[in-house]
């Protein structure tokens, strides 16, 4: 009985890894019926979107695999993780209770849902190095992860890039400089803008270092990259420009030193196909238009305000309420934080959020094992360095980065969970024990 449980809850996570793209594609097409959406022609923006509440599907599925995960970790007696999210309560409860004892105004919803979410987060990290490495082969592990990744990316690009050459779903922006960019059925933007970036350095790898002839994965590998790109730049974040940059430029000095310093052309070759591909595909679905009036306004934008006012796009005024909150309850707050329930607005910057609405305490209970994985992660890139190997660190290091100025990693239930897998995925490859690694 222990053992066909077992194997539900990797199946389960496995299924997760492939359908969380289509399950948020899927609340974004609710959400978008939900707020009038007429199909063909019509697309809407987040002042078209009210707060109808409720549970959506995805919600629904969701909740129901961070149960299955909980008593999967029981079942297993995995003692050090428990205790863990233990410690991770005990600070939360006394952040909650801080807030209490202030009697300033809170939501207790909004402390509940933020806390789950990152707790969804981190037990996809424990869950998933022990069902990777409750594998079979290493090799095996590594095909099958390149497969359901590539569907998975393959999915969050068509469900921006579909709806875009229809005219549906959601504009990016609607603000004083205007309607600009797509994402397509998604709700959340950044969520699916980090999955995209998450997986596109390892399916370019997986492209580029194959040898002999393309099988069929790997050809389907190479359009999932050239999508992913295009539905990136519709996307037209200023994270999602730079993404595809900065990946681009580490494949392309790589592939340029493999061609001069030991005379293999072939990831040169192959990158260059992916990106005739790419263009192909970016002038079938007539996205000059869009990405040029994206980058118009952004450049627009930047000139308006100075550097780090245009990077972090207003984030700092929240940054700054926060700050005050916390120095007005000090000393106590830098123990237990303000909790997050006491703003009304989100900073959308993971790393301050979780210094600043939960303390000291909830800060090294929270991101400890995050920051260990991180220091591992380093070491295994220089002592086992590969293209595979630096690809995964590209995507973890761009992801790093995002959390730190955009937020919307370690507590969305989307991207924060790719991000958990690249770090288990990564830690698999880039370590010299493999899978025999064990990260609690």
Known sequence: MEHKFKRLCEICFWLMLLLSPFLDMINGVFTYIQAGGRGVGDMLSTLDLTDEGGLSPSLIIRMAFLALMIVYLFVLRHKKAIIMFVCIGFAWVLTVGFEFVRGVEFSLFADISYIIRFCYCLMCLVVGERIIRSGSQRFAVRDRVDKLLCIAALTGALGIMLPFMFEMGFYTYADPLGYRGSRGFYYAGNDITVVLMLILPLMLSTWMEKEGKPSFWNIL?????????????????????????????????????????HKNWRPLIRLL????????????????????????????????????????????????????DLQEAAPFSILAGVGRGTQEHIIEMDLFEVVLYYGVLGTVTMLWLYLKQGIKLIKGLFDNFSLR??????????????????????FSVTAGFYFAFMIVYTRMECSKEGMDTTMI
């Open 221 to 261: 590998q190479m359009l999932s990259c050239a999508f992913s790109v295009v539905a990136m730049l519709v996307i037209g974040t200023k994270t999602s420009f730079i993404a595809v940059g900065f990946i681009g430029l580490v494949m392309l000095v790589y592939a340029l030193v493999q061609g001069v310093k």
């Open 273 to 324: 196909i992916a990106a005739a591909v790419t263009y192909a595909i970016y002038v079938l679905f007539s996205a000059g238009a869009t990405v040029s009036h994206s980058i118009k306004t952004t450049k627009k934008y930047m000139d308006e305000r100075d550097a780090g006012q245009s990077l972090l796009s207003g984030r700092t005024t929240y940054l700054i309420m926060a700050w005050h």
């Open 389 to 410: 190997n630096l690809a995964c660190s590209t995507a973890l290091a761009l992801c790093v980065g995002f959390l730190m100025l955009a937020g919307h990693v370690l």
